[in-house]
C-alpha cells in the first residue's frame, strides 16, 4: 500500500515538473519570436536552444527547430542587405491595397472566382487577369490546401487546364500574389515556406530560355523580406519604382505599400548595427520631395472618354501639386517656429540647415503646377471650341475620392477592380481509375493489357458474345479478352498480392458471380496461382534512401567525394538548391547499414549538415 502511495505521489510530482516545463518553455518561445521580429537573431536562437533544453516532445521539437532556423536565416541575411531608397509609403486595408497599384484598370479579380474557388486565405485576396492576357499566372489551394503558383495559357479559344509551374516553386508553405516583371523574365511572389525569415518573404525566379523552365527562386532579402508578412512586388514598366506590401508594425487587417526607388545596379552590404538595421527595415520615406512624381499613380478609372480622362487625370495632377506645395510649406513654417524657440546653437544650425533645403526643393514643385496648371486651362479652352459641357465638380470630387497620399512623394491612385472572370477552359483528361471497386454503374477497363510483374484477378465468366455493363453488376475495372475459340473471357481487378486478391473474392462471388476464381500472371502471360504464390514469397519490399550534403560554402570537397566514393562506389551526386541552400543529393541507396556508414564518413570528412531520407520502395527478388 505504501509503494503504491509513493508511486502515485512520484507520478504526480513528474506531471507537475513536465507541466512547469512545457509552460517555461512556451514563455522562452514567446520571447525568441519577439526577438526575432526585433532581428535579434543571436539572442532568438539562444532562447530557442533553451527552449529545446526543457521539451520532450517529438512533434513540439521539430517546432521550435523550425523557428530557430528562421532566425539563423535571418543572421545569414543580415550580411546581404540592399539600401534602396524609399519614396513613400501609405496604409490600406488588406482587402483591397492592390487596387492603388499603378497596374492595368479592370484587371484585379477578387476571390473566390473561377481560378481560386475557395477564396479563403488570409492574405491572398485577388488575382491579376488584365483584359486580352494570353498567360495567366496565380495561386490556389492544392487538395491539401496549401497555396500553389499554378499557370494557364489561352490556346485558340480555351484556356489550357491550370498546371504547377515546378518543383522549385512548391513548398511547404504558401506561395501567393505571383507577378511577372515587365518584359516577362522575371517571376515575383511571396512564400511561406522557401528559405526566409518566417510569415511571408518575397522571392524572385528567372526564366531559363534552355529548359524554358522558372529556376530555383532566392529570396530578395532585407528590407524586402522581413520576420513579418511581405508580398505582392511589382517592378513599374516604366523601370522608376519597385512597389510591395508588408504588414510590418501595422495593425489587423491593414497593411502598408512601399514606394521605393527601382535599383539599376543593387549593392548588397552586411549591417551588423541593430539599430541601423531597424531604421533600414522600417521603410521611412525620404525627407526630399524634389523626385516627386505621380505620373505613375494618376487615375485611370475615370470615364472612358478619351478627352474626359485627359482632363480629369490632369485636375488630379494639379490637385496633388497643390496639397504638395501645402504640405511642404507648412512644415517649413513648423521648422522656422522650433528655430525661433531654440536657444542651442548646434540645433538651431541643423533646424537652419533643413529649412535651406526644404526651401531650395519648393520652385521645383511650383514650377510642375504652373506647367500643369497651363495644360489644364489649355484642356478646357479644346472643350469649349468642341462645345463639351462637363460638370466640373463631380468629376473634380471623383479625382478627390480616387487617390491617396497626396501631400507624399508619391500619389496612390485606386483603380477598379475587374468584373467577374469567365474563362472557357479545356477539360482535363480523368485517369483511368484501376483500383477494385463495386459501384452502382460496372466499368470495363480502359485499357485492357495486364501490367507487368506477378498480377491477379479474379475471372468472372465468359460469353460467347460480348458482355454489356449491365452484366458486370457493379465491378469495376473488368478487363475483357477474346480467347482461340472465340469467345469473350471478363475478369476483374489488378491485385499484387494474393492476400487482396483472396479478401476481395467473396465481395464477387456475393455481387452474383458464384463461380468466380482467381487467375494469375507474370508480365502479361497467364501461370498458376501457385507458381505465382511462390514467386510473390520471394519478392521483398525494401526502403529506398538518399543522403543530403549541405555545405557551408556550396562547394562539396574532394575529401566528401573520396569518401562517398569508397564505400559505394560511383553513386549520383546530384547537385541541387533546398530552402535557400547548395545541397548535394546522394543515392539511392536500399542498405540502411550502407547509410549509415556513408554518413558517418561523410561527417569524419568536415561535413556537419548530412542527413538521410526514404524517399520511396522497392522490390527485391530474394531468389537473385
Not at 496612390?412 to 475587374?418: D, E, T, V
Not at 484477378?457 to 475459340?485: C, H, M, T, W, Y
Request: charged share 25%.
Amino acid at each position: 500500500m505504501a509503494r503504491h502511495i509513493q508511486l502515485i505521489f512520484f507520478t504526480f510530482l513528474l506531471s507537475c515538473v513536465t507541466a512547469f516545463a512545457a509552460a517555461d518553455a512556451d514563455s522562452l518561445l514567446t520571447r525568441a519570436d519577439s526577438l526575432r521580429e526585433e532581428y535579434l537573431f543571436e539572442e532568438s536562437i539562444g532562447l530557442y536552444d533553451e527552449a529545446l533544453s526543457l521539451c520532450r516532445d517529438s512533434a513540439e521539437r521539430i517546432s521550435i527547430l523550425d523557428r530557430r532556423m528562421l532566425s539563423e536565416n535571418g543572421l545569414g541575411m543580415r550580411d546581404f542587405v540592399l539600401h534602396p531608397t524609399v519614396v513613400a509609403r501609405h496604409r490600406f486595408s488588406l482587402d483591397e491595397f492592390f487596387l492603388y497599384y499603378p497596374l492595368e484598370d479592370r484587371s484585379w479579380r477578387t476571390v473566390p472566382n473561377q481560378l481560386d474557388t475557395s477564396g479563403t486565405h488570409s492574405i491572398y485576396k485577388a488575382v491579376y487577369v488584365p483584359e486580352g492576357s494570353t498567360s495567366v499566372y496565380f495561386s490556389a489551394p492544392d487538395q491539401g490546401g496549401s497555396m500553389n503558383i499554378y499557370r494557364t495559357e489561352k490556346k485558340d479559344s480555351l484556356w489550357s487546364v491550370p498546371c504547377l509551374l515546378n518543383e522549385y516553386l512548391v513548398s511547404s508553405g504558401d506561395e501567393i500574389y505571383p507577378m511577372l516583371s515587365p518584359d516577362g523574365r522575371r517571376l515575383f511572389f511571396a512564400s511561406s515556406g522557401l528559405y526566409g525569415m518566417g510569415g511571408f518573404d518575397l522571392y524572385v525566379s528567372a526564366w531559363n530560355e534552355e529548359t524554358q523552365e522558372w529556376g530555383p527562386p532566392s529570396n530578395m532579402g532585407m528590407p524586402y523580406s522581413s520576420p513579418f508578412n511581405d508580398f505582392l512586388f511589382i517592378d513599374t514598366p516604366d523601370g522608376k519604382y519597385s512597389i510591395f506590401a508588408s504588414d510590418r508594425n501595422c495593425p489587423g487587417d491593414s497593411v502598408d505599400v512601399y514606394v521605393l526607388e527601382q535599383e539599376s545596379m543593387p549593392v548588397r552590404k552586411s549591417v551588423g548595427d541593430i539599430a541601423a538595421l531597424k531604421a533600414l527595415m522600417s521603410l521611412e520615406p525620404e525627407d526630399d520631395l524634389s523626385s516627386f512624381d505621380n505620373s505613375m499613380a494618376v487615375s485611370q478609372s475615370m470615364p472612358e472618354d478619351a478627352d474626359t480622362r485627359k482632363y480629369t487625370d490632369k485636375v488630379t495632377e494639379v490637385r496633388a501639386l497643390r496639397d504638395s506645395i501645402g504640405s511642404y510649406t507648412s512644415a517649413i513654417e513648423e521648422k522656422r517656429a522650433e528655430l525661433a524657440q531654440s536657444d542651442d546653437a548646434g540645433e538651431r544650425a541643423l533646424l537652419t540647415q533643413e529649412i535651406l533645403k526644404a526651401e531650395s526643393s519648393l520652385p521645383v514643385f511650383q514650377d510642375s503646377l504652373e506647367r500643369a496648371s497651363a495644360l489644364l486651362q489649355q484642356i478646357e479652352m479644346e472643350f469649349l471650341f468642341k462645345g463639351i459641357v462637363l460638370d466640373m465638380d463631380k468629376l473634380i470630387n471623383e479625382a478627390d475620392r480616387e487617390v491617396e497620399g497626396a501631400s507624399s512623394n508619391y500619389v496612390f491612385a485606386r483603380m477598379n477592380p475587374g468584373g467577374p472572370l469567365s474563362l472557357e477552359m479545356e477539360q482535363p483528361e480523368v485517369e483511368f481509375d484501376y483500383t477494385f471497386m463495386i459501384l452502382p454503374e460496372g466499368r470495363f477497363a480502359e485499357d485492357n493489357a495486364v501490367p507487368d510483374g506477378i498480377v491477379y484477378q479474379i475471372q468472372i465468366f465468359s460469353l460467347s458474345s460480348r458482355a454489356s455493363v449491365k452484366d458486370l453488376r457493379g465491378l469495376s475495372p473488368v478487363f475483357e479478352e477474346k480467347n482461340q475459340s472465340g469467345n469473350y473471357v471478363y475478369r476483374v481487378g489488378v491485385f499484387n498480392r494474393y492476400n487482396d486478391v483472396l479478401s476481395n473474392l467473396n465481395k464477387v462471388k456475393k455481387a452474383g458471380f458464384r463461380t468466380a476464381f482467381i487467375v494469375a500472371f507474370e508480365n502479361g502471360r497467364p501461370i498458376q496461382v501457385s507458381k505465382a504464390r511462390s514467386l510473390e514469397s520471394r519478392i521483398r519490399t525494401v526502403p529506398v534512401f538518399q543522403i543530403a550534403i549541405v555545405p557551408d560554402d556550396g562547394m562539396l570537397p574532394d575529401a566528401v567525394i573520396e569518401a562517398v566514393s569508397s564505400l559505394c562506389g560511383k553513386k549520383d551526386i546530384a547537385k541541387t538548391e533546398k530552402n535557400g541552400k547548395i545541397t548535394y543529393i546522394v543515392g539511392p541507396f536500399d542498405d540502411s547499414e550502407l547509410v549509415r556508414k556513408v554518413e558517418e564518413a561523410v561527417r569524419a570528412a568536415g561535413m556537419e549538415e548530412v542527413s538521410s531520407s526514404q524517399i520511396g520502395v522497392k522490390e527485391v527478388d530474394l531468389s537473385e
